[in-house]
């Protein structure tokens, strides 16, 4: 079945740095993926949305400028967190839609990245 | 807005007993899709059961089927012949099809008493 990757699977950074987290598709081409955030214990939040070649579409509340989305080619999103602070530390999770006709209307979801900010 | 409500935080079954999910969702829409995704300890996403809201058929999967009552907006799922391995939290989801965006519930955590 399709696999999506996701990496790192946990990083810790200091406060003031920016991370940088990656999600492939590695047997399908992902024209749409999706970023989620989960704190403890909680529900999944979709963040933005992420479309190859376009700019990402962020949800309510979810500030553009600190969570920068890059979907540069079919297989590869990014999710760069800027001037992360302790408040950003979450459970990050991508997951990825192929082609309609192949998806068969199924998403693939990432091991998700476990972010500690000091 | 679409939503989707789990009342039931956390439940326990016996192994090798059923159990029952309960999932309500709201929406306005005619066509979505509705799934039942599982996450173990590992946090990995892992697609349980999915079911197409024109499909009046419940759809099943091996030890998981699904109680689809559209009029309800109501989507439960059942698990028979608990596992171990079923421990995990559950989340109930609703998927949009003009945009693909999942609405998920906030979980069920599931236990499994040996």
């Known amino acids: 079945g399709a696999v999506v990757s996701q990496h790192p699977s946990w990083v810790i950074c200091k406060s003031g740095t920016s991370v940088k987290i990656e999600c492939r598709s590695l047997?399908?081409?992902?024209?749409?993926m999706f970023w989620y955030r989960q704190f403890p214990k909680q529900s999944l939040m979709l963040m933005a949305t992420?479309?190859?070649?376009?700019?990402?579409?962020?949800e309510q509340g979810v500030e553009k400028d600190k969570f920068l989305i890059n979907h540069a080619s079919l297989t590869l999103s990014t999710l760069t967190v800027t001037s992360a602070h302790p408040e950003d530390s979450s459970f990050y999770i991508c997951?990825?839609?192929?082609?309609?006709?192949?998806?068969?209307?199924?998403?693939?979801f990432g091991a998700g990245t476990r972010l500690s900010v000091l | 807005a679409q939503t989707v409500t789990q009342s039931q935080p956390e439940m326990s079954v016996q192994e090798a007993e059923t159990v029952t999910l309960s999932c309500t969702y709201d929406?306005?829409?005619?066509?979505?899709?509705l799934f039942w995704y599982k996450q173990p300890p590992s946090r990995q996403m892992i697609l349980v059961i999915r079911?197409?809201?024109?499909?009046?058929q419940n759809a099943t999967e091996n030890r998981f089927s699904v109680n689809f009552q559209k009029a309800a907006k109501s989507f439960s799922l059942k698990i028979s012949d608990s596992q171990l391995g079923d421990a995990a939290m559950y989340f109930c989801?609703?998927?949009?099809?003009?945009?693909?965006?999942?609405?998920f519930g906030k979980g069920t955590r599931l236990h499994i008493l040996p």
């Open positions: 047997d399908f081409q992902a024209t749409t």
């Open positions: 079911q197409e809201a024109y499909k009046q």
């Open positions: 997951s990825a839609r192929g082609p309609l006709v192949l998806a068969k209307n199924i998403q693939y």
């Open positions: 992420s479309n190859e070649g376009s700019k990402a579409t962020y």
């Open positions: 989801a609703y998927r949009r099809l003009r945009d693909d965006k999942i609405i």
């Open positions: 929406t306005s829409e005619s066509d979505y899709y």
